[in-house]
Nanobody, 119 residues
Framework: QVQLVESGGGLVQPGGSLRLSCAAS????????MGWYRQAPGKQRELVAS???????NYADSVKGRFTISRDNAKNTVYLQMNSLKPGDTAVYYC?????????????WGQGTQVTVSS
């Protein structure tokens, strides 16, 4: 079983920055893709950014140029640096990871961390 634990959410003013972290632990052989999703009240969960184990990245159009995803493969950890935050970025942010564990392929989600952008 693979667990994901997120940290780094909070309240920030518009234009501010936050850095989210997500560490994977458990019976892991390798992690192929890690990503961040978000869900605002009354809306569907959406992809924010993802990164492969080779470093290829993908971003939602709404965050391009403002958010940066990175990962430390040795630590099974993914980060999301969020700059120039807007009130529209307010949501619960979830970490996601797909890979190979001791019991086969896995897909896991974190518990979510709240990000609130407000003055």
């Amino acid at each position: 079983q693979v667990q994901l634990v997120e940290s780094g959410g909070g309240l920030v003013q518009p234009g501010g920055s936050l850095r989210l972290s997500c560490a994977a632990s458990g019976s892991i052989f390798s992690i192929s893709t890690m990503g961040w999703y978000r869900q605002a009240p009354g809306k569907q969960r959406e992809l924010v950014a993802s990164i492969t184990n080779g470093g290829s990245t993908n971003y939602a159009d709404s965050v391009k140029g403002r958010f940066t995803i990175s990962r430390d493969n040795a630590k099974n950890t993914v980060y999301l640096q969020m700059n120039s935050l807007k009130p529209g970025d307010t949501a619960v942010y979830y970490c996601n990871a797909y890979g190979l564990g001791y019991r086969g392929n896995f897909g896991s989600w974190g518990q979510g961390t709240q990000v609130t952008v407000s003055s």
